[in-house]
């Protein structure tokens, strides 16, 4: 279908901006329209919502809100119309985080979004919005997380510490290293 389009903002309405790509004038729904300014040549992503009765065109700054809004339109009972709503409600490393922290106020304090929706979020998408590289890191010091877990350390104390520690290095002294910063 349609990655991004390149084009010149030739409109920005409250829901709405129209992108002109070769002559075609594009109107893309955005999570916040007053970000782009008219007569501007922009990159949009885009992601194309066909359905009987529609064909909607919305429309991300960037990959990383794309990516989010993807994984949002898979949450049970969260269509596009209110992802959108979510990703203009805030940054996208704020909502990740309140997901991952599991902040039901922060996520209730949206239009649309009502506790049964928050809940229903946060356990669709907890632990699915980190980083590549916190999962490169934790694979690489799997075997050191799994013995300080089982030492009775949070993950969050766990993570905190790892960049002190060289993955070169012997599990032993890895445990060791490791133990000398959580004493701290």
Known sequence: MFNYIKGTVTNVTPNYIVVENNNIG???????????????DIKIYIYCHIREDEFT???FKDKEEKELFLKF?????????VAMIILGSGS???????????????????PKVGE????QIILDLK???????????QNDYKELISALENLGYKSN???KVLPNIKNEEKIENQIKIALKYLLK
């Open 73 to 81: 339109i898979n949450v049970k009972g969260l269509g596009p119309k």
């Open 157 to 159: 104390d766990i993570k």
């Open 26 to 40: 594009y109107e893309i729904l955005v999570s916040n329209p007053y970000y782009y300014n008219e007569q501007n």
């Open 92 to 110: 996208v490393s704020g909502i990740k985080d309140a997901i991952e922290r599991e902040n039901i106020l922060y996520l209730k304090k949206i």
């Open 57 to 59: 065109l919305y429309g």
């Open 127 to 137: 632990g699915k919005l980190v980083k590549k590289e916190d999962s490169q890191i």
């Open 116 to 119: 049964k929706l928050a809940r």
